[in-house]
């Protein structure tokens, strides 16, 4: 291992017994994987950084590029040094204020036809990787403004330890769906996959409701760990959602009652096509008052159609 002409005589004479074989192999290591990372950033791994936050209850939401950065190393680094930021900074309202849907809705298709939608015109935006925290009604739109035409790729917030770098998971959890019997009535579909949403709980506000269940057998909100479940959750929801339009009529809202973890609310809203697939009304949970109606995706606002 080449030192300084001082760190050596350190290293040699003065420090020996802090400095075993061991440690020199794992200090020549480290350096090592560090020039194989360096040379390995070429063009094609260059991808610009999408963040986007909002309140969530009371909380804000934590997105940032030194977050960020070291989830998306070895696989892609950033194009520019700044991310693309899209977020309500500082806002004061929850997702228990009336306004809060419309003003939070209204500035993420400002933000995104300002800052995002241009790039992704004019190419300048070859790959996404994107970072996102805010409610799942939010975040299914933001995936419906991005599309999957674009290339992209949807982290996750991992609570232990916490931070958005994927793991590999040996085993995963098997993606389930169930069909109504009656198919005749309003179409939910319901995903009890961060947490067991009780259909009952759908009935309450859609009385009608012709229930398409998508689960897991012990939903977790840190079951995702992997890219490998993204990509199940992306094929498995590309079928369900022909399943659903050939069972309905066409432009039937399609009601969905999401608890799910962010990123793949964010790859459902991306599957969606918007000229083939059903309109969504999405709800969110908002504790002891139950689902709410929240916004619309592919149809005229909540506001503007009351």
Partial sequence: M??????????????VAEHPVERLHQMKRKHEDR???????????????????????SQ?????????????????????????????????LTDRNEEYWRVEEANLRAQFSQHVRPLLV??????????????????????????????????QLHREPPDWKWRDASELPEFKVSEPDDKTGSP?????????VNESRVLTVLPDASIWHVAIDQPSNDFLKSRQQTSDFRVLMRFLMNRIKAAHEQDTLLHVFPAMPLAL??????????????????????????FQRALNVGFPSIASAE
Wanted: hydrophobic content about 45%; overall charge negative; some cysteine.
């Fill in 2 to 15: 080449i030192l300084c002409d001082k760190h050596h005589r350190l290293i040699d004479k003065i420090q």
């Fill in 35 to 57: 020039v194989e990372l360096v040379c390995s950033l070429t063009e094609e791994k260059q991808s610009h950084v999408l963040l986007y936050g909002a309140n969530i209850g």
């Fill in 60 to 92: 804000s939401a934590p997105v940032s590029m030194a977050k960020a950065v070291p989830a998306m190393l070895p696989d892609w680094y950033p194009a520019e040094s700044r991310p693309v930021e899209i977020g309500l900074h500082n806002s004061m």
């Fill in 122 to 155: 004019n190419g300048s935006i070859k790959h996404l990787s994107i970072f996102a925290m805010a409610p799942q009604p939010l975040l299914i739109a933001l995936g419906a403004l991005i599309s999957d035409i674009q290339a992209a790729e949807v982290y």
């Fill in 188 to 196: 939910a579909l319901v995903f009890s996959l961060s947490a067991n």
């Fill in 265 to 290: 609310a964010v790859e459902f809203g991306r599957i969606r096509m918007p000229k083939a697939d059903l309109p969504l009304c999405i709800y969110d949970q908002t504790g002891e008052m139950g």
